[in-house]
């Protein structure tokens, strides 16, 4: 089978046209039978020509496109083994977000765009006709012609520069390491660079005009990040240089490219004295994430898309590890508890979920894969390994795998021989059911007799036949003061056990399972809560709240429970899940109670934080005074509305500030309070240069309570006015705002063609995200005519996200029923 060696890609791009030409030399090995080679080559380049290239000598050959199936076959001589292909072609700078694309951003007040790139998952061949498969790994020698006022951005570091004309300029890049065409990263445009040394490798911020100083947190924390891997991984980092990257348009959070990572603007940007404590916790997560890539999918790379999940969940989890050592005050671990496992149960809740290992049968399916399963439940599934096999033995199976498979693809089954010879544990038997079976054990516990009485099945929203057991690791943790270790095989077991006062399954939440209790056993959990730290607090009620969701535990009984053991509870992430939980319990089926103690929670909590963030607080702190504020100002509460009323007229008056934690509430605030200030808020907005501060203020502008104001926000988020990277965030808010429900899921199906086409009409994240926000929650009371639309609307590459949709859709569709038609307390 013919496979890639090396190419030589030389790219003139034109800012003007939004066009492109290119050549691209290949350096091919083949069996000598191989009568054609294939490529993939996207629809929209135009094959100018193709040749042969022996020595000097360039020998036109027979060439054939099939366009539907991004295709191009080149007729290659039987007799060879070795040889070089030399293709020269056009396209274009699409807008899809996707390939090699232009992205536009405004500077001294005119319209200038940059050119960048998108290849992950097999977007490359929108670019250069290639072989792109991660597993086609060759090295590469990159070239520009670009305008001599612009600057260029690749890989690697550039090894010369000179001018071609009195206009172009020509740049070409140091050669990589042999590397997966996915990873591989052109930008031009009008950069903007700062830079800092560690050791002899060059970190640089890269930016639009204006921007760059923004990178400087970024930059910092890269440095202290590679520290620690390079330790943790027993390897140094590879390259030269390595920069990172802020585009402005952008449809995913951020893109590993190997030395020239890309990020949408708010995961990288950092405004000193402005950005708030969110913003920087989010920067770092997401700096952290792709380093670890740089290692874990760059280096060491999976053979097929099968393994995507591999390189996203340890990049995940491998990112806690970074923030963990660095920031400890932070107590991110119990953040991550409520990120990746809650997150991945809340889709592996359903029938329609997957393996967290999917066979990947067409490219097409690849887009789906980039989910809740391969980031979250695999980072789960890690954390419960690593603490399993303990970090130090964890760490050595690690560098072991690293330094076999260096600048080499691998299967997820290397990684675990590693672990397995370094660990002497049968970590293969132990992890299979976790990636192979969809879905995640319900444990159900009685005590009898001095005997724990546990039982399992799948846990499902709606229940029904389901096959399959875990093996399941149970840490036990009671008022002893070790915890008790208990690996729990097949679907029921007794076990002798004692305790005095409580029993709780999944210490820290290191399982991935939800626990059942009995009515006693609960009970106990909450007379004697202050004895469970805060992730287990945290863990018990989400697990209460999944239950309620699939009408295994009564609304009654959950607020009752909340009310007789949790309303002293001062621990700050504690209350932040119980307002959110309770809020959105709320927001999909309105009930008094759940008003009351939401309140009751947020005025409490305001007494002991107050209105005011002060200097270096605990960012839980903040979340709960943002949580606090947020809820109450939905229930108009009049001190909430006065305080966001005097902050926002201070503010725009020009005598006060607000602070950077408070923006966010106070504009979101004032416009619901006061419609009045909307146009002063989306004025705000058009001003703004800052991505932080937009995303604030187009939040804001989906809180309006008037239909026709919310249907003009979501008209504005479709204008040139706002990046269609940035659409997300105003349907997220309108979707959350009850006045807005209705509205927006007419305004999707009235605007759907555009949607589509604008993400190219393919799977997409950003389509996928709109989708799951929409419909499920929105349109639960209304079931019959969304489940119309999907079906009438069928998108490429979408499917399994369709069937994920249906289900969301019908398990909160029959909550509502239940509840709501009086059949229930």
Known sequence: MAKPIHYHIAIEPDLDSFSFRASVDIDIEKEK??????????????????????????????????????????????????????????????????GFYRSGYMHENKKRYIATTQFE??????????????????????????????????NTLPKSEYAVSNTKKRIDFERTPKMSTYLLYFGIGNWEMIEKKFGSLLIRGIATPGKSEQTRFAIDWAARCLAFYETYFGKKYPLQKLDLIAVPDFAAGAMENWGAITFRENALLYYEGTSSVATKQRVAEVVAHELVHQWFGNLVTMKWWDDLWLNESFATYMAYKAIDRFFPEWDIWSEYVSYAYFGGMALDSLRASHPIHVAVKKVEDIDELFDEIAY????????????????????????????RYAYMNAEAQDLWKSLESVSKTPVVSIIQKYLQQTGFPLLQ????????????????????????????????????????????????????????????????????????????????????????????????????????????????????FIESYFLQEEDPE???????????????????????????????ALRNIGYTPEKDENP???????????????????????????????????????????????????????????????KMYMRSHVIEEQVKLLMAMGNVKSPKHIKKTLDFALSSEVRFANILYVIVSVSRNPYGKNVVFGWVKENWKELNSRTGGHANTLLRRILKTVIPVSCAHNETEALAFLDENPTSGLEQTYKQIKEELRVYARFMKHYVSGSAH
């Open 33 to 98: 039978s191989e009568e054609s080679i294939r490529l993939d080559a996207h629809a929209d380049l135009l094959i100018l020509s193709c040749f042969l290239v022996e020595g000097d000598v360039r020998v036109s050959t027979l060439h054939k496109r099939n366009k539907s199936q991004n295709r191009l076959t080149i007729d290659v001589p039987q007799r060879e083994n070795k040889l070089k292909i030399a293709i020269e072609f056009s396209g274009i700078l699409n807008e899809s977000l996707a």
């Open 445 to 560: 516990v009685d005590v009898k007799n001095n005997k724990i009485e546990l039982s399992q099945k799948r846990f499902l929203f709606i229940d029904g036949e389901s096959k399959g057991t875990w093996d399941i690791p149970l840490v036990i943790k009671t008022e002893k003061p070790k915890e008790t270790r208990l690996l729990f095989s097949g679907k029921t077991s007794k076990h002798d056990f004692s305790f005095n006062k409580y029993m709780y399954m999944n210490n820290d939440y290191g399982g991935f399972f939800i626990t059942s209790y009995t009515e006693e056993l609960l009970k106990n959990l909450g007379r004697f809560r202050k004895d469970l730290s805060s992730t287990n607090k945290v863990g018990l009620l989400h697990d209460l709240f999944a239950l309620h969701l699939s009408l295994r535990y009564d609304k009654l009984a959950l607020l009752n």
């Open 376 to 403: 979250e439940k695999g980072g789960s599934v890690l954390r419960m390994l690593d603490e399993y096999l303990s970090e130090p033995v964890f760490m050595k199976g690690l560098q072991k795998y690293i330094a």
């Open 121 to 154: 998952a097999a977007e490359a061949k929108r670019a250069f006709p290639c072989f792109d498969e991660p597993a086609m790994k060759a090295t590469f020698d990159v070239s520009f012609v670009i305008d001599k006022k612009l600057q260029a951005v690749s």
């Open 574 to 604: 504690c209350l932040s899940y119980c307002i959110g939980k309770l809020m959105g319990m709320y927001l999909l089926v309105p009930d008094d109670k759940a008003k009351e103690l939401v309140v009751c929670f947020s005025k409490k």
């Open 620 to 682: 839980k702190v903040t979340a709960l005074r943002n949580g606090s504020l947020s809820a109450l100002s939905f229930f108009d509460d009049g001190e909430v509305s006065a305080f966001i009323l005097k902050k926002f007229t201070g503010f725009i008056s020009g005598n006060k500030t607000i602070e950077p934690d408070l923006r966010g509430i106070v504009y979101s605030g004032v416009v619901w309070h006061n419609e009045v200030y909307y146009e002063t808020v989306k």
